[in-house]
């Protein structure tokens, strides 16, 4: 019994690593799974299965198991998402984009994408992102009345299909 107290009390005085600043040592901020995947607005399961599926995203571990990420990997996680869910690109895709671009590179871009204001991108009230509706706008308005016409076609093809 006296051992078990003093494995407790051992992983008291244990340091934690920084979580919410840059640390006055100089080290960079150091954040846990949870809060990566609040960010970045994906699940936290999300993050380990890209972490399989990216070679390069490899966060630290702590003795206990536990992610943490740094702003390098933060700035990773937003590229991938933005690759895969708002370009839709494909998890092959997006490794075959990267590897042509270049991880650094593409990471740049986003960042500097992240903090200007996209002027081409429409506001969303439910917080969905949409791929076609910046698109649409780029069509002209014979293109779009041929795209109607043809949704249409297809419609009463359905409904003939369906009976």
């Not at 919410?20 to 970045?40: F, M, V």
């Not at 791929?131 to 041929?146: F, G, I, W």
Request: proline share 5%.
């Amino acid at each position: 019994m006296t051992r078990a107290r003093n494995t407790s009390e051992s992983r008291r005085q244990r340091p934690r690593p920084a979580a919410n600043a840059t640390a006055s040592n100089g080290t960079e901020r150091q954040i846990k799974i949870g809060e990566a995947a609040r960010l970045i607005g994906v699940e936290a399961y999300v993050l380990r299965f890209w972490e399989t599926q990216f070679p390069f995203l490899r966060p630290r571990h702590s003795r206990s198991k536990h992610r943490y990420y740094d702003q390098k990997s933060l700035d990773t996680l937003h590229l991938i998402r933005r690759l895969l869910h708002r370009e839709g690109y494909t998890i092959a895709g997006a490794k075959k984009h990267i590897r042509a671009a270049g991880l650094d590179r593409l990471r740049d871009d986003n960042a500097a994408a992240q903090t200007a204001p996209a002027a081409d991108s429409p506001p969303h009230d439910n917080g969905v992102e949409t791929r076609a509706a910046p698109a649409r706008a780029e069509l002209s308005r014979s293109t779009q009345n041929k795209l109607a016409a043809i949704r249409e076609e297809l419609k009463s093809l359905h409904k003939l299909l369906a009976r």
